[in-house]
């Protein structure tokens, strides 16, 4: 069984770097041709995607946040970790991880998603 949990705070002050993780059981974060995905969803607004980290630790990030954007894994815990830097009141959201197989957008596994509020 598969399962994907985020972590991390809360609440994150302007300017800081937010940084969230999602614990993987169930499966590898290696196995061949499987994604681990970052995407969120604001107050009001659909889901975005934010980035992903590749079976063989390669990252990909939206256009919009690339600049702002790393993803890490510890491979031995089995669990990937975003870091999102010089957050604003705007990236208050609802953080999801979730599982896709080459890209193709079709998520099989979600965590159950953690809000983070930015606000001083």
């Known amino acids: 069984q598969v399962q994907l949990q985020e972590s991390g705070p809360g609440l994150v002050q302007p300017s800081q770097t937010l940084s969230l993780t999602c614990t993987v059981s169930?499966?590898?974060?290696?196995?061949?041709?499987?994604?681990w995905n970052w995407i969120r969803q604001s107050p009001g607004k659909g889901l975005e995607w934010m980035g992903a980290i590749s079976d063989v630790g390669s990252t990909f990030f939206s256009t919009s946040l690339k600049s702002r954007s790393s993803i890490s894994r510890d491979s031995t815990k089995n669990l990937f970790t975003l870091h999102l830097a010089s957050v604003t009141p705007e990236d208050t959201a609802v953080y999801y991880c979730?599982?896709?197989?080459?890209?193709?957008?079709?998520?099989?596994?979600w965590g159950q998603g953690i809000q983070v509020t930015v606000s001083s």
């Open positions: 979730a599982r896709d197989r080459i890209m193709d957008g079709k998520y099989d596994y």
């Open positions: 169930g499966f590898s974060i290696t196995t061949d041709y499987y994604y």
